[in-house]
């Protein structure tokens, strides 16, 4: 079993910036990909950045220049750092961990409410 813990959302003003964190813990190991996606509220969840084992980084367009996903690997935890924040970008954030062997997790989710 894999546990996924979200932390970092919170309240923002348009042009702030959050940290979102997300610790992986319990069987890792295999581990292909771990990303960050989005869900607001009546939308479908959708990937913002993701990141593979082996570092390298992907993101979605709608997000590329304002977020920055990064890992450290001694505390198997991941980040995404969010710039020039938006209020579309109000959503729950959700961490993701996709391993090798096709099982698949998700965090509980943490909300970001960007708004004046």
């Known amino acids: 079993q894999v546990q996924l813990v979200e932390s970092g959302g919170g309240l923002v003003q348009p042009g702030g910036s959050l940290r979102l964190s997300c610790a992986a813990s319990?069987?890792?190991?295999?581990?292909?990909?771990m990303a960050w996606y989005r869900q607001a509220p009546g939308k479908q969840r959708e990937v913002d950045a993701g990141?593979?084992?082996?570092?390298?980084?992907n993101y979605a367009d709608s997000v590329k220049g304002r977020v920055t996903n990064s890992r450290d690997i001694g505390k198997d935890t991941v980040y995404l750092q969010m710039n020039s924040l938006k209020p579309e970008d109000t959503a729950v954030y959700y961490c993701?961990?996709?391993?090798?062997?096709?099982?698949?997790?998700w965090g509980q989710g943490t909300q970001v409410t960007v708004s004046s």
């Open positions: 993701y961990l996709a391993r090798r062997s096709g099982y698949n997790y």
């Open positions: 319990g069987n890792i190991f295999g581990t292909n990909e």
């Open positions: 990141i593979t084992s082996g570092g390298s980084l």
